[in-house]
């Protein structure tokens, strides 16, 4: 009787931990909103909110340090709430303010990571996917400083590199507890949830995303504004709660809130690449590797189909004449399609010529450096040598994670592995249609998950290094 009751307390309380959004992670949630109501607050009512905005941004910089997950989950699917909100508050983007803001959360990351490392026993080492991560950007910035023949896109690239790839990528592996990466988890849901709300008050009431095409939430006075990264934000909650669902708790009411007006706007940003790559995520995970039975599948299957259906009898006819137009590109060259297009030829071109060590960082494309693929990115920039170590880290990604996957026991670890293995396909299919090699957080991220899940299931204790760091910082 003594072991019944142990038993279902045990269970009780592993339901518990793993519970989709836990006490702490609404007490900050409401912290955020708070905080965000706060500067939008003080944005209309203020002239003056420097010391306002002193305030507010160190209460948000210790919650970082102490909370490193959420920085994190901030960088991976949470960009679009920081446009947003500058948005609001009248204030225009740049690229200094976006530096800024991605050094703060790299920095709080990576702090807030060592100084929790630090008070427990932890032994951090090195696996052979971060050496060719160190080896292959190593390689980026040396071809930069050989090769480059200085193109501003040469220059953006290797600045933004160690903001958006190879500082998240550090902070990522640095993750030592299956608690802080399912709050991550919870975290990257959290971010998108919060948008759910001002989207549709800005697609009822501003009269700017009345018959826009695509949609964003926010466009700044001067145009600019991010549909792709919109997208990306909803695809990707749709890929944890979906996971989630199916894999643990089942669907329930809670869920639908979050996935019906999700799935809807994921539609209405007009991201076809966003949009694509979560349709094949999906199969993907359905064919593959669902541990679920086939009743299920099929159910999941007509569901996703039938909210898809909805949305699109839900959009504007401009956005729907925008999807049409991705098969009618022949007809016309001025189209994005076309312009990929054009811009992959020229690109597998660069390749031919260099097809060793490439034409060098920002040469490719007539000097653009953008061909909106980063697979012929690195072929044409860095050559076979760039693009074999492209391919080993992705394949030793998708083997470690396959192999934690079919051998660890505990299902809630396997959850989190499987979510970041479709992440990591997510981002990856997404980058063959936009972005460029030091721009893909989401994909860079999803890999150190993946390392990081992978090292904790083989972790053993003591690490001095780290507690050495964190001593002297």
Same mark, same amino acid.
């Given at each position: ?5 142990? %038993? ?12 989709? &959004?836990? /006490? ?69 983007? %740049?690229?200094?303010?976006? %530096? ?39 390689? &980026? ?17 290797? +600045?933004?590199? =160690? ?24 975290? +990257? ?9 001002? %989207? ?61 007006? /999700? ?17 094949? @995520? ?50 016309? =060259?001025?189209? /994005? ?56 880290? +992705? ?20 959850? +989190? ?11 990856? &299919? ?7 090699? @030091? ?12 390392? /990081? ?21």
């Amino acid at each position: 009787m003594l072991t019944n009751y142990s %038993s279902t307390r045990t269970a009780k309380n592993t339901l518990t931990n793993i519970s989709w &959004i836990s /006490s702490s992670d609404r007490t900050l949630l409401a912290l955020l909103l708070i905080s965000a109501a706060a500067a939008i607050a003080l944005g209309g009512i203020a002239q003056n909110t420097a010391a306002g905005a002193a305030i507010l941004g160190a209460a948000i910089l210790l919650t970082l340090i102490k909370h490193p997950e959420l920085a994190l989950a901030v960088l991976f699917n949470g960009v679009i709430v920081y446009f947003y909100l500058l948005c609001k508050l009248g204030v225009e983007t %740049s690229r200094i303010t976006t %530096s800024a803001f991605y050094l703060a959360l790299v920095g709080t990351a990576i702090l807030g990571f060592i100084l929790t490392i630090s008070r427990r026993r932890y032994n951090f080492h090195l696996s052979l996917t971060d050496i060719l991560f160190i080896c292959f950007f190593s390689y &980026i910035f040396l071809n930069y400083f050989v090769f480059s023949e200085k193109h501003e896109a040469a220059y953006i690239k290797i +600045c933004y590199a =160690p903001l958006l790839v190879v500082g998240p990528y550090f902070a990522t592996i640095l993750l030592s507890r299956e608690k802080t990466i399912r709050n991550f988890f919870n975290y +990257c849901v959290i971010l998108a949830a919060i948008l759910i709300i001002p %989207s549709f008050y800005e697609l009822l009431v501003n009269p700017t995303f009345e018959n826009s095409a695509r949609f964003s939430a926010y466009e700044f006075s001067s145009g600019v504004d991010n549909p792709i990264l919109f997208g990306l934000t909803f695809g990707t909650l749709l890929i944890i709660v979906g996971t989630w669902i199916l894999e643990r708790d089942g669907l329930k009411a809670k869920h639908l809130v979050l996935v019906i007006p /999700s799935t809807f706007l994921l539609v209405r940003a007009g991201s076809r690449g966003a949009l694509l790559s979560f349709i094949i @995520t999906i199969v993907f995970y359905i064919v593959v590797f669902a541990k679920i039975r086939l009743k299920t599948k099929l159910l999941t299957v007509i569901i996703l189909s039938m909210l898809f259906i909805s949305a699109y009898h839900f959009i504007p006819q401009t956005t729907i004449d925008f999807y049409k137009s991705t098969f009618d590109y022949q007809y016309m =060259p001025e189209s /994005s399609v076309s312009q990929r297009l054009t811009m992959w030829q020229q690109a597998l071109h660069d390749f031919k010529s260099k097809p060793i060590l490439g034409v060098g960082v920002g040469n490719s494309v007539w000097g653009g450096g953008f061909p909106h693929n980063i697979v012929l990115e690195v072929a044409a920039e860095f050559g076979l040598v760039g693009l074999f170590m492209l391919a080993a880290i +992705c394949f030793l990604s998708i083997q470690k994670a396959m192999t934690f996957i079919n051998k660890t026991p505990r299902n809630d670890l396997k959850i +989190c592995m499987k979510i970041s293995l479709l992440l990591f396909i997510y981002s990856f &299919i997404e980058a063959q249609f936009s972005g460029y090699i @030091t721009n893909q957080t989401r994909l860079f991220i999803s890999i150190g998950l993946i390392s /990081s899940l992978a090292r904790m299931r083989a972790g053993s204790p003591g690490s001095q290094t780290l507690k050495k760091l964190a001593a002297a910082i």
